[in-house]
Nanobody
Framework: QVQLVESGGGLVQAGGSLRLSCAASGLTFNSYVMGWFRQAPGKEREFVGAITGSGGTTHYADSVKGRFTISRDNAKNTVYLQMSSLKAEDTAVYYC?????????????????WGQGTQVTVSS
C-alpha cells in the first residue's frame, strides 16, 4: 500500500530554517507530482508548493515564494521542503501529498495520497 511519511518538523525561532522530508513507498515515485500543504489551527488546508515527477518544474504559493524550496530525490523516493526565513505565520501541520498527473496542481482534493503530517512551530 502507498505510504507517505513526513519528518523534520519541530520548533524553530523566527528567521530560522527547517527541512522537511517525505519518504514515499508503494508507488512509482517518479510518476507522481509531489505537493506540500499546510494547515494551521482553525484554518483551511492550503497549498505550499509542488514539484513534477522529474523534478524539472516547481510551483509555490505566493506566501512562501523565495523562502521555501522543494526538491526531490527519485532514487530515494523522497521529497524535501527546505524552509528558510521562517515566520510565525508559517506555524502549521505540514503534509506531503502525491498526485498521478504530469502537471502541478494546487488543489488538495486532486491529490490521491497523503502523509500524516508533521508539526512546524515558529516562535516569534
Amino acid at each position: 500500500q502507498v505510504q507517505l511519511v513526513e519528518s523534520g518538523g519541530g520548533l524553530v525561532q523566527a528567521g530560522g530554517s527547517l527541512r522537511l522530508s517525505c519518504a514515499a513507498s508503494g508507488l512509482t515515485f517518479n510518476s507522481y507530482v509531489m505537493g506540500w500543504f499546510r494547515q494551521a489551527p482553525g484554518k483551511e488546508r492550503e497549498f505550499v508548493g509542488a514539484i513534477t515527477g522529474s523534478g524539472g518544474t516547481t510551483h509555490y504559493a505566493d506566501s512562501v515564494k523565495g523562502r521555501f524550496t522543494i526538491s526531490r530525490d527519485n532514487a530515494k523516493n523522497t521529497v524535501y521542503l527546505q524552509m528558510s526565513s521562517l515566520k510565525a505565520e508559517d506555524t502549521a501541520v505540514y503534509y506531503c501529498a502525491a498526485d498521478l498527473r504530469v502537471t502541478v496542481t494546487t488543489t488538495a482534493p486532486r491529490y490521491k495520497y497523503w502523509g500524516q503530517g508533521t508539526q512546524v512551530t515558529v516562535s516569534s
